[in-house]
């Protein structure tokens, strides 16, 4: 009978660090064993692997669209009295954010559909409370990298937020 080869250091290594790439790879090594050489059911095994490693991606990318979320209605309702609960949401969501990411996600992540789902759901939240919704940026103001950097200055994110939306008020035919 045939074996595996052995469980590496960085297979082990990379399972912790990153975790999609991970499981990414795992099931393309899995479609290579010769089909036959051991009693599994490689290409559904692949497959769940694979859904795992999506499902963490998914997972993933509602923490930066949490921290977009918040911050619009920050810069849309500056004065409302959820400001402060607003804050420490952002505040969390980039914390795990910056927690949870690992660089194989980075490359999965599609910004422009973050930033229209948390488009979305500001609408929602607006429109649920009878408040006017604003014309959105069609580009996210905030580059990924700036919503996971360590450093993250809320005070300066919030005014590009606030800046994207002025200019596409500003731009919007009368």
């Not at 990924?144 to 300066?156: A, H, K, P, Q, Y």
Request: overall charge negative; glycine content about 4%; charged content about 25%.
């Amino acid at each position: 009978m045939k074996t595996l080869p052995e469980h590496t250091t960085a297979t082990a290594h990379q399972h912790d660090t990153d975790f999609y790439t991970w499981t990414q790879e795992q099931a393309a090594l899995l479609r290579r064993v010769p089909r036959g050489a051991f009693a599994l059911d490689i290409d559904n095994l692949a497959e769940e692997i694979e859904d795992i490693g999506r499902g963490e991606i998914r997972e993933v990318s509602s923490l930066p669209r949490q921290v977009l979320m918040h911050l619009l209605k920050l810069a849309i309702l500056p004065d409302s009295p959820s400001r402060q609960h607003w804050i420490n949401e952002v505040v969390t969501f980039q914390a795990d954010a910056v927690l949870a990411f690992t660089p194989g996600m980075r490359q999965r992540i599609e910004l422009d559909r973050v930033w229209k789902a948390a488009q979305n759901g500001t609408t929602n939240v607006l429109k649920s409370t009878g408040l006017q919704v604003p014309a959105w940026p069609t580009a996210c103001p905030l580059g990924l990298d700036e919503i996971l950097v360590t450093e993250f200055d809320l005070g300066r994110m919030l005014e590009r937020v606030k800046s994207a939306l002025h200019a596409t008020a500003a731009n919007r035919p009368q």
